[in-house]
């Protein structure tokens, strides 16, 4: 693999910098690489980041140059950070068309890509894949527990550089259990403040909320 001067480098090819120079923004791309480029490793940030995803893309390219993009989902956690550079998961077995193993097989160029619609933030990662299989530690140790799903094989990711987008024209969405969540909170909150309405009302000899007169009525 050549070196890269700036980590950036990996998507910012001369081509794509021309591109760049062309329409005016080849300058704040400059200086982002003078101050720092990409990150390369896990940030503690990153980390949670990744740990809570629950659905997540993975892009590889076959040997011609086809691109094919996979989903890969899982309870949160199934994406795993096991060091600074690495990240890996458990493949489950799906319709076996192996499209993306294949492609591993001839270039082993990848890419993830990771979106959270509730926050608005996404994320994209470069870097190299392999699958490994057969190995019954490594699988054990990746896969979520309890989870209903059967093994195929384990995909390990080696980072080569990330970088975060902006929030534009992501829409805002959310994930059904945290939906039912927060509607279980509500109304839990609105039978307690009904509960407390109710006392306060027969303490006071008025009515309750079903409309029913309480307390003493003066004849």
Sequence with gaps: MATLAYSSDIAFTPTVKAVQARKGSRGAYARMERGGSWKTLVTPDLKRFIEAQTSVFLA????????YIQHRGGPAGF??????KTLGFVDYVGNRQFISTGN??????????LIDYAQRRRIKIWGRA??????AEL????MPPNYKARAEQVMLFEI????ANCPQHIPQRFEA??????????????????????????GAGGTNLSGSITGPVER
């Design 104 to 113: 591993l097989s001839e270039n082993p160029k990848a890419h993830l890509f």
């Design 177 to 202: 259990a945290d939906v039912h969540a927060a509607l279980a909170e509500r109304d839990q909150r609105i039978q307690a403040l009904v509960s407390e309405l109710e006392a306060l009302r027969a």
């Design 79 to 84: 994406l795993r950070v096991l060091d600074s």
């Design 160 to 163: 080569e550089a990330w970088d």
């Design 130 to 135: 392999r699958v490994v299989e057969g190995d």
């Design 60 to 67: 590889t390219v076959n040997a011609d140059g086809q691109p």
């Design 139 to 142: 699988t054990a140790k990746l």
